[in-house]
């Protein structure tokens, strides 16, 4: 049995029902997206509160995206050079505080991490976009920053593997005069 409808010049593109059921569930589908609720994001005094236990930390909010900026001793870049500046973002990015923020709110774009001299000059960067990374890949996350944070200090390589693990999940920049490249 032909289901075509050849006769109806207003509908050239569509010869069957099931090419307007098709386009009908697109049409509400698109509808929905537009008014299926409001989106959820944080004000400023809340994204605050998540990084409130870290002084070094100013959070903000650069509309759906979180912006925290650290303060970096001169002190830890002359002694901690090249390999401190990198591991900067990546110490404070993956964190507990981090990671609930967006499982709290799941409409925000991702979180930015930039490091800053005491005289604001931008050390390194890195931007994480929510839901880059599974609940398997956070808690792996937190494991390697915390032992990053913990023995990094003794044990340089633990803040080399911390690099390693954010540049091949974020989008990251660094100032050459920092990091030499």
């Known amino acids: 049995m032909n289901h075509e409808n ?3 010049p207003a509908w050239p ?7 307007i059921g098709i386009l009908f569930v697109a049409v509400l589908a698109l509808a929905g997206c ?6 959820l994001i944080p004000n400023e005094d ?15 909010l650069d509309g759906r995206t979180v912006e925290l900026t650290v303060r970096q001793q001169a002190s830890q870049l002359r002694r901690g050079g090249a390999l401190w500046a990198r591991v900067g973002p990546f110490i404070f990015l993956f964190t507990e ?3 609930q923020l967006l499982q709290d709110y799941p409409d925000l774009t991702g979180v930015r991490v930039v490091t800053r001299t005491e005289r604001g000059d931008m050390v390194a ?13 956070w808690r792996r ?28 999940r974020t989008e990251f920049e660094y100032n050459s005069r920092y990091v030499g490249r």
């Not at 605050?48 to 959070?59: G, Q």
């Not at 960067?125 to 890949?137: E, R």
């Open 125 to 137: 960067s890195a931007y994480l976009q929510n839901g880059a990374l599974t609940d398997v890949l």
């Open 34 to 39: 537009e008014t299926d609720g409001e989106v």
């Open 6 to 8: 050849k006769s109806d």
């Open 13 to 19: 593109g569509l010869k069957n029902m099931r090419g």
């Open 141 to 168: 996350s937190l494991n390697i920053s915390g032992k990053a944070r913990r023995d990094g200090t003794r044990k340089p390589t633990l803040l080399e593997d911390l690099v390693r693990w954010g540049e091949d």
């Open 46 to 60: 809340a994204v605050a509160e998540y990084f409130s236990a870290s002084p070094t930390v100013t959070a903000s």
């Open 97 to 99: 505080e981090t990671w």
